[in-house]
């Protein structure tokens, strides 16, 4: 197979290039922007892979894109890329607007020209997979679980934008028939991940004995999964899931933000016993909450489990554990971060 991921350089694009790249003989052709969270270190292990190319194209560029589909003629696409960062959405919402909706539409007009006049045999075998978020179905109470046919209420601009882009790859299969797949993910963890997300955040800021902060009073809830689970299931679901079906993708795994942050302290306490700030939990400062923060995700996996067979396999306590250790190890990778810019200060406050 010859597949497209878009937002390949992104946390997890990088991880499901890295995994497919071991795994499969599929030729990857990866296509990112190269934004602030992009960063092609992540692939530093693979780069000189014969069956791997790196293209930096705007996906809101659609002469670019066009010329791509023709060029790579792919049987697949992965749409990863995206503006993912809530807070960012709070103070500058147009970026997730043009990346996530405008890109997307851009994305599905080259892959529907591209499609239609392809062979019969390639054209039924053609995918367009859309990577989403639960966030889109905005917030649960105490009990429940979003499935597949929950309704969207989305709730910050992020949310709303790749809501939009959800009915847009809805849209295109129902009325131009392409073939395309939605999945719905809840929250992602491991290695690579921009630092501005809550765990590598808790997690480099308390080897460095600064402030922990932990939005309102740290009970939202969140379902946690670990990023080669979620890697595994995008490639289940290209190979084997239904044309024009949604699958929400979930860890299984309910934590609340303070439970993430204590977990992370208490791990941090156990490998680094001679840190000056141990016990590092004493660092967690709450703070004012986000606009219009959701106070509970969680993710029914029925669907994906019965009709395909997926299941994550990764607990969250080793899984948190390995992530620790990776970035107690990768300190230049972090530096390398921090050198393009990134300071670590709260945005996202304005209501």
Known sequence: MVVIITGGAGFIGSALIRQLLTETDWQIINVDKLTYAGNLESLKEIEGNS???????????????????????PDAIIHLAAES??????????????????????????????????????????????????????????????????????????????????????A?????????????????????????????????????????????????????????????????????????????????????NLEVAITICDILDELLPDNPYKPHKHLITFVEDRPGHDRRYAIDGSKIRNELGWFPLEGFESGLRKTVKWYLEHRQWCENIMKKGFVGKRIGVAG
């Open 172 to 256: 295109w299969f129902k009325t131009y028939h392409l073939p395309v797949i939605i999945t719905n993910c809840s929250n992602n963890y491991g290695s690579y991940q921009y630092p501005e997300k809550l765990i590598p955040n808790m997690i480099l800021k308390a080897v460095q004995g600064k402030p922990l902060p932990i939005y309102g009073d740290g009970k939202q809830v969140r379902d946690w999964i670990f990023v080669d689970d979620h890697c595994q299931a995008l490639r289940i679901v290209l190979t084997r899931g239904l044309v024009g079906k949604t699958y929400n993708i979930g860890g299984n795994c309910e934590k609340t």
């Open 85 to 170: 960062h809530v807070d960012r959405s709070i103070d500058g919402p147009a970026d997730f607007i043009q990346t996530n909706i405008v890109g997307t539409y851009t994305l599905l007009e080259a892959a529907r020209a591209y499609w239609k006049n392809l062979p019969e045999e390639k054209k039924e075998s053609f995918r367009f997979h859309h990577v989403s978020t639960d966030e889109v179905y905005g917030s649960l109470g105490e009990e429940g679980s979003f499935k597949e046919d929950s309704p969207y209420r989305p709730n910050s601009p992020y949310a709303a934008s790749k809501a939009a882009s959800d009915h847009l790859i809805r």
């Open 51 to 73: 069956r791997y190319r790196f293209l930096k194209i705007d996906i809101r560029e659609g002469r670019e894109i066009s010329q791509l589909f023709e060029e790579e003629r």
